[in-house]
């Protein structure tokens, strides 16, 4: 037994503590999008109710009155998804 202490060296490395280190590994979360708020359908009532019989007049301003409102849903449609006019 005389080198029976040489049997006790492996578990002194045992005793000490060990060094730690912190890694931070980043990690895509799933985020919910929010909900779009989309706007109204745009009001082309009085272009539906254009008789054959309106005059000429009341025909270009009526389609006149629907074309700025359809250009007016196109911006703000195009806003909405992020699209430049």
């Known amino acids: 037994m005389k080198y ?3 049997l006790l060296l ?3 490395g ?5 060094a730690t280190q912190v890694v931070k590994v980043p990690v895509p979360i799933q985020v919910p999008c929010p909900q779009p708020t989309i706007p109204p ?3 082309l009532s009085r272009l539906a109710s254009l008789q ?3 005059s000429p007049q009341t025909v270009i301003t ?5 074309l700025e409102k359809l250009a007016q849903d ?3 449609l195009r806003a909405l998804l992020g699209d430049s006019p």
Request: proline share 16%.
């Open 4 to 6: 029976g202490w040489l």
């Open 10 to 12: 492996p578990l002194a």
């Open 52 to 54: 054959p019989t309106d």
């Open 62 to 66: 009526v389609m006149t009155e629907a």
């Open 41 to 43: 359908k745009p009001d």
């Open 74 to 76: 196109d911006q703000q």
């Open 14 to 18: 045992c005793a000490t503590v060990p």
